[in-house]
């Protein structure tokens, strides 16, 4: 029994071990020029993947899992003062606080999620680049430029979906749970 | 609600939300420092970026290698061997000779400034949702790089340092709004300012607005930075005019300039830390 729970405890830190290392490698990529331009656009495949953690993990991790990969975003950031860090730790947190409270987990709310959080960031960048930058508000930028970063970013949803699922479902706790309880042990250890 | 403010998922939300409000707080009153925590991260992700930048750099090279090969091996069947040999030592010849004319253009502005201090660096990443071409360097505060630091290639103005952390600095290239720079015009010696638009940005433009329409500024006029600007040393060359249009708003003339550095195939850069 002690083996069973030790076992589940280890799929756990496996689990984040791997959701790390995730972040790490995706915000390499979104930073160096790994992923390939479309028609002049550049993806931001965090969103997503912030995203898709918020949902498929429990809360506290994906709150942790947002300001990191919002921190790595930073690091590579013309502006590293961590707005991307603050941003990713609220769409973690009330991404994870929706599931819980109000939503189903499936791909149909992975993507509403998703477009919501690309929507609303490269909004706030459109209007900081027209207020900060003293450019005033261009609707041919908003259409030209971030308009198809937006299309890319979600475009990439669904890979980021396959790999935190993947990830998640290979280490989950429900395999150790059904074993618990064939062991005729501790069935309501989910909780 | 209150039940909800008592869970730990909101403890741990507040406790991270005050971390990072208090990091960025901190940078906005420290003026272009990073967030320590940003600092932090950028310590362990700056060195990951330089090795995955190195690796993107090489598989380039690699696929470009191959693409020229099979262009080159319909014209030339019979001399497969020999062609692939010239061709690496073509690679390697191309790489020594861009090396070679970036330090010819540093020794050059060396030999003619010698009080000048620069710093070779390389570009680790870029901000992919940034209009104007920003980018990061590997190369920060210990190797001597401060904000408001000039940023070159050769002799060409690029940008200026936006932000420094220890191991990395951001850069704001000239295609930015926020970056304005005094400007001469060689030929005829007028004085002027940098600016742009998310507009001309995306085209790769600068402009000198306000010059007065008697102006003697024409197309293929060369603008370098003036010496009565502060940031920047007097002497380096932003762009080349390419056309003086008439502002009927303002009732003055404005130059529509085409940078001097090429921004699409920057790799290594110098950044003047002292002059």
């Known amino acids: 029994m002690l083996s069973v729970l030790r076992k589940s405890k280890r799929n756990q830190y496996i689990r984040r071990l791997l959701l790390s290392l995730l972040v790490f490698l995706v915000a390499t990529a979104q930073s160096v020029p790994w992923l390939p331009l479309v028609f002049g656009a550049a993806a931001l495949p965090l969103l997503p993947l912030v995203v898709c953690i918020a949902v498929l993990e429990q809360e506290v991790p994906a709150i942790l899992f947002g300001a990191l990969a919002g921190l790595c975003w930073d690091a590579a950031s013309p502006d590293p003062r961590g707005w991307h860090a603050l941003y990713l730790t609220v769409v973690a947190f009330v991404c994870a606080a929706l599931m819980r409270y109000i939503l189903n987990r499936n791909i149909w709310t992975v993507t509403l999620l998703s477009s919501a959080a690309a929507f609303v960031y490269l909004l706030l960048r459109w209007l900081l680049d027209a207020f900060s930058g003293g450019t005033g508000l261009e609707p041919s930028s908003a259409v030209v430029f971030y308009l198809p970063r937006f299309a890319y970013t979600m475009v990439l949803l669904a890979p980021c979906y396959a790999l935190v699922r993947g990830i998640v479902r290979k280490t989950a706790r429900k395999r150790i749970d059904a074993r618990i309880s064939e062991t005729g042990g501790i069935g309501q250890i989910r909780s | ?275």
């Open chain 2, 1 to 275: 609600m209150k039940r909800f403010t008592k869970t730990v998922a909101f403890k741990t939300f507040a406790a991270v939300m005050a971390m990072l409000v208090a990091g960025a707080g901190l940078s906005l009153v420290s003026r272009g420092k990073a967030s320590p925590v940003v600092s932090a991260v950028g310590w362990i992700v700056s060195p990951l970026q330089t090795v995955c930048s190195s690796v993107a750099n090489g598989f380039a090279d690699f696929f470009s290698f191959f693409r020229s090969s099979a262009v080159l091996q319909a014209e030339l069947n019979k001399k497969e061997a020999e062609l692939n040999a010239y061709r690496e030592r073509l690679v390697d010849y191309d790489k020594t000779r861009q090396k070679l004319e970036l330090y010819e253009q540093f020794l050059e502005l060396k030999k003619e400034n010698p009080q000048h201090q620069f710093e070779e660096a390389s570009i680790i990443g870029g901000d992919p949702a940034g209009q104007f071409g920003g980018f990061t360097l590997n190369r920060g505060s210990v190797s001597g790089v401060s904000v408001n630091d000039p940023v070159l290639v050769g002799k060409n103005l690029v940008g200026i340092v936006a932000a420094v952390t220890a191991t990395s600095c951001q850069v704001k290239t000239i295609l930015n709004p926020d970056v304005h720079v005094i400007v001469y015009e060689t030929a005829t010696g007028e004085i002027g300012y940098t600016e742009t638009t998310p507009a001309l940005a995306q085209q790769g433009l600068l402009s000198i607005p306000e010059l007065l329409r008697s102006s003697a500024i024409s197309g293929g006029g060369q603008i370098c930075t003036s010496s009565e600007g502060t940031f920047y040393p007097a002497d380096l060359i932003v762009g080349t005019v390419q056309e003086v249009r008439m502002d009927d708003q303002s009732l003055s003339a404005v130059a529509i300039l085409k940078p001097a550095a090429n921004f699409e195939s920057l790799r290594d850069v110098f950044v003047l830390t002292s002059f």
